[in-house]
């Protein structure tokens, strides 16, 4: 296991309890849920400690891994799984059968193509017929940012990596229902972000 300390997200502390909220509308049977780009592992640890009836299997690229490692296990929850190895753009579709899945902030951090990639993974790789997909995240609605803290915030992702950046909720949707999710939900959420909920 590795020795990686813990770091702290103060984002993830502002965000957790109202994406927990919707979290438990979709979570009330007992579930696996897979978490795309689990981070730091910090959500995961909050969520699954808040939804005991939730597998929670966390996943992320390999880099982040000991870090995931080491807050699931300062936690020691039995419904919380350690990493597993999911690069999109690398890795192939975990192997186990999930319910649902869950990703926070990765679309604007992944390029446009992975982010593509990704919606085609979850058509094929998903076994299951009814799997709801929840993204949280900003997006842009008709070409245009959602607020200037928005519109500062993409200049800061490209500058950092141009092929990042905040993505047209029009061309996640279109994209999604091209792969058979449509959606279901686009819930407003605190400073400018969104959760979008799909289902197959
Ligand atoms: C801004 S962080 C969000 C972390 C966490 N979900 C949160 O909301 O705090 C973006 C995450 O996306 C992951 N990521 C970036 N590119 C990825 C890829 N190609 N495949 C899987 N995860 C990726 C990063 O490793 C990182 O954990």
């Known amino acids: 296991m590795g020795s990686k300390k813990k ?8 965000n957790k309890a109202p994406i927990l909220e919707v979290l438990s509308k979709y979570t009330k049977d007992k579930l696996d849920l897979l978490e795309i780009g689990s981070g730091n592992g910090q959500h995961a640890c909050f969520f699954a400690e808040n939804l005991p009836n939730i597998y929670w299997h966390t996943s992320d690229r390999r880099e982040n891994h000991s870090e995931i490692q080491a807050w699931i296990k300062e936690k020691k929850l039995s419904n919380l799984k350690y990493p597993l190895e999911f690069e999109i753009g690398k890795d192939a579709f975990p192997k186990q059968s999930f319910d649902i899945v869950f990703t926070a902030n990765t679309f ?11 919606m085609r993974l979850l058509d ?9 997909v929840l993204i949280y995240g900003p997006f842009n609605y008709h070409g245009k940012f959602t607020s200037e803290s928005n519109e500062n915030f993409d200049k800061l992702l490209k500058s950092r990596d141009p092929s990042s950046g905040i993505r047209s909720f029009e061309d996640v949707s279109s994209n999604m229902l091209k792969n058979n999710f449509f959606l279901l939900e686009d819930i407003e959420m605190p400073a400018n972000n969104r959760l979008l909920v799909f289902s197959r």
């Open 7 to 14: 770091t702290f997200s103060e984002a993830c502390e502002r």
């Open 108 to 118: 604007h951090i992944m390029s446009w193509k992975k982010v593509k990639t990704l």
């Open 124 to 132: 094929k790789g998903l076994k299951k017929k009814n799997v709801s």
